[in-house]
């Protein structure tokens, strides 16, 4: 993992490789209305399966992104959805929300896990990034600040509220990111 020495307007980047394939995280200016102050962002194109759909979310965003998206159907009697919707809430639209036995019940409060199917679900959603998730360093991220990770179409995505803005945050959420990257290159590798 490096950083990047340069920034681009307010964002500091970094980049690392998992699994050969090359990663990037930004942290700056928020791209999303539901993001105050600084927003950390990840990506990765792992080449997994295109057809692997999945996503962990907390709950208190879901549930925001959920009513937000209602609202903007009911009230303006739209049958279909806008097109300039952030592409997590078309998301939320599409996976249904996927439970099973293993992780707590604190797990199941604080975050949500969308998927295409059960089965990859289960797959990526390993015991190790249930741990790393449960397992904020102090002063730990609030399970209100808005937080999600998604696999989709061979990528994978980190979205987060950069708070508290520590680097004890940032180290634990890169850990957790690359993680997820390496629990769907072992499940899912073409």
Known sequence: MSFSG???GNTVSMQGKVGGRTWRMELGRPTRDYIAGEELRARA???VFDEVGAMIINRPLKETLERRAYSMITDTLQTTADPR???EMRWLAMYDEIGWEGPSNAFWTRYAVLSDTREHALAWVDDHLVKQ???WPEPA???TVPFMI???RGKCYLRMQYL???TSTLDHATDVFVNA???ALGAFKK
Do not use: F
Request: proline share 17%; net charge negative; with cysteine.
């Open 141 to 143: 991220p609030l399970p």
């Open 150 to 152: 998604v696999l989709v």
């Open 45 to 47: 194109e792992l080449g």
């Open 6 to 8: 340069g920034t681009l």
């Open 164 to 166: 508290p803005a520590e």
């Open 181 to 183: 990257c390496e629990s």
């Open 133 to 135: 998730l449960m397992s």
């Open 85 to 87: 919707l952030p592409e």
